[in-house]
């Protein structure tokens, strides 16, 4: 009989391969009472080989210093421990956090840090270097980790996050399609996004309902346009997506005093038809609009 070992991958204790299977974990968990929280969205990544292919998706090297978003049972933490300089898997779960330290504590490459993943400062964790990023991200939070990432950009290597399917098709969308929103523009003027593959509901112990996507996430060593104030160009973004159905002559008055020639002016100015609409524009026509914005914002606050 094979006696009990821990496992690089950190699925189970018990050494032969074919005893290396969702139910195994999914036992194992429930024997610590730990049970799936659907108000956090945990779902746990049950499968060996998609944990190896995410993991080699990540192409970490002996060099690296990665910082695991939400390991859960510890699918993808102990392969990323073999191969990076270190490790810091952030664990928001008591439960999962002590089930982790149990099984793969004695790693020297790995800290496991009980905490909110959006409550770190990761220039604080990473002391001067670049981390590279990997996580499969629950989808209630997945643009708050998206928009805490952006905030500490400049901590970031590039990143390895697995999304659901539907998210990763709203940051890669192009201009003109149902899943172009204003999630797409500011994620674009960011980063740069590549779609990997998609992993399967049985991939996971609870299946979600719904398809998970690999994206890889690399930082813009500058902005892809020009504007004056990025947070105007958002305003003017997310006005120009909150009702999908008008067009951007209507859409934009409330940020100018309910004035539709005022409106109207501003859109000549920048080149763009006011009987279009925003799901239609790109990143530089919106810049465009930024780039004009600012005497129609100041006699919005004159005439106030």
């Known amino acids: 009989m094979t006696s009990p070992r821990r496992t ?15 139910i195994h974990v999914r036992d194992r968990l429930l024997a610590r009472g730990i049970k799936p929280r659907k ?12 944990a190896q292919k995410i993991v080699d998706a990540a192409s970490v090297t002996a060099q690296d210093f990665v910082v695991e978003i939400g390991p859960g049972a ?11 300089r270190h490790v810091v898997a952030v664990e928001f779960d008591h439960g999962l956090a002590d089930l982790l330290k149990e099984d793969l504590g004695d790693l020297a490459r790995l800290t496991i840090v009980q905490s909110d993943i959006l409550d770190l400062d ?7 270097e670049k981390a590279v990023i990997v996580g499969n991200v ?8 998206l928009e805490w990432l952006i905030a500490q ?5 590039h990143g390895i996050v697995l999304v659901q399917k539907e998210y990763a098709a709203r940051l890669a969308a192009a201009p003109g399609t149902e899943d172009y929103g204003s999630l797409t523009v500011f994620a674009r003027y960011y980063l740069r996004l590549e779609p990997l593959f998609h992993v399967p509901p049985g991939a996971f112990w609870p299946k979600p309902l719904v398809d998970s996507t690999l994206v890889r996430l690399r930082f813009r060593n500058e902005p892809p346009v020009e504007v004056p104030d990025e947070e105007r160009l958002f305003t003017i973004v997310r006005a120009s ?20 020639k005022r409106v109207e002016r501003l859109l000549r100015a920048a080149h763009i038809a006011g009987g279009r609409r ?6 530089e026509e919106f810049a465009r609009i930024a780039r004009h914005d600012e005497p129609y914002r100041k006699e919005t606050e004159d005439s106030a």
Do not use: C, M
Not at 39 to 50: A, Y
Not at 74 to 84: I, K, N, V
């Open 138 to 145: 629950p989808y209630a939070i997945t643009t708050p980790i």
């Open 241 to 260: 997506f909150s009702q999908r159905r008008k067009t951007l002559a209507n859409a934009l008055q409330e940020l100018y005093g309910g004035d539709k």
């Open 8 to 22: 690089p991958s950190g699925f189970l204790r018990l050494g032969r391969p074919e005893e290396r299977t969702p």
């Open 39 to 50: 108000k956090w969205g945990q779902n746990f990544l049950v499968r060996p080989e998609i």
């Open 74 to 84: 510890g699918a993808l933490t102990g392969l990323l421990a073999q191969r990076a």
């Open 278 to 283: 925003g799901e239609t524009l790109d990143l």
């Open 122 to 128: 990761l220039g604080a964790i990473v002391k001067g």
């Open 153 to 157: 950009r400049q901590h970031v290597a």
